[in-house]
């Protein structure tokens, strides 16, 4: 899955111990952000996205604790931990996607690029598949 990549995200430490800052801006994702939105509060054992997109691309960063992505491109499938908040996992579209494994006060932000819209939704896996074949 050469298409899906972990960027860098800047981060500055602060030369008196006192945290770190990371930055995204213009030039950090390759996509204009549209729409962002963050996932919190998950309860053990949950799933959440299990869809794919026509269209739209996202950016997902574990600003706390951790959770693992499924990825599936139709043809290969692999699962990535997210547990930094200075690294993000950037998803073309046409790509499946299952945030598993949330642990405990965890926050997944998700940087996207374009505004909601269900039509660019694939929400059925076989869907996904059928369309993914032809």
């Given at each position: ?13 602060d ?14 994702l ?7 939105y963050y996932l919190?509060?998950?309860p ?7 869809h794919?997109?026509?269209q739209l ?5 574990a ?14 499938r ?12 950037l998803?073309?579209n046409?790509?499946w996607?299952e945030?598993?494994n949330f ?11 374009d505004?909601?819209d ?10 996904f ?6």
């Open positions: 899955m050469n298409e899906i990549n972990i960027i860098e995200i800047p981060k500055i430490t030369p008196d111990g006192r945290g770190n800052l990371s930055v995204i801006e213009k030039n950090t390759p996509f204009e952000v549209k729409r962002v919190y509060d998950i053990g054992g949950e799933t959440r996205g299990a794919a997109h026509k691309q996202q950016c997902l960063i600003l706390s604790g951790s959770f693992d992505v499924k990825l599936d491109n139709g043809k290969t692999q699962t990535i931990t997210l547990n930094r908040p200075d690294r993000g996992l998803i073309p046409g790509v996607r945030l598993v642990s405990s006060g965890s926050v997944c932000l998700s940087l996207v690029s505004v909601y269900e039509n660019d939704y694939i929400r059925d896996y076989q869907e598949l059928s369309l993914k074949r032809s």
